[in-house]
Nanobody, 124 residues
Framework: QVQLVESGGGLVQPGGSLRLSCAVT????????MGWYRQYPGKQRDLVATITHTRRTNYADSVKGRFTISTDNAKNSVDLQMNTLKPEETAVYCCHADGIEAVTAHTDRYLELWGQGTLVTVSS
């Protein structure tokens, strides 16, 4: 079964840095794009950053210049380096991926995956 496994959340002081990682488990998956979204209590998920298999990136305006997203296509993984974190960025960060799974030698299917989320707390 193809799933997303996230790591790297935790507590960091304001102005500090944190790195989130996410990897696709299971074989025969070729990603189109992966990314990170964040969700505040009672709110919908908001885009933080995405990256395609061609390494085209997209960032929320609020994180440009501070966050960097990168990917390893061979490993179907994505990292998010977050610098100069702010208290208002305390949220659950969720990994997202979409791509193609080779179900059989002749059958592919489109998959959209979400991770369970990892809590990032920015506080002194």
């Amino acid at each position: 079964q193809v799933q997303l496994v996230e790591s790297g959340g935790g507590l960091v002081q304001p102005g500090g840095s944190l790195r989130l990682s996410c990897a696709v488990t299971g074989s025969n998956f070729s990603m189109y794009a992966m990314g990170w979204y964040r969700q505040y209590p009672g709110k919908q998920r908001d885009l933080v950053a995405t990256i395609t298999h061609t390494r085209r990136t997209n960032y929320a305006d609020s994180v440009k210049g501070r966050f960097t997203i990168s990917t390893d296509n061979a490993k179907n993984s994505v990292d998010l380096q977050m610098n100069t974190l702010k208290p208002e960025e305390t949220a659950v960060y969720c990994c997202h991926a979409d791509g193609i799974e080779a179900v059989t030698a002749h059958t592919d299917r489109y998959l959209e995956l979400w991770g369970q989320g990892t809590l990032v707390t920015v506080s002194s």
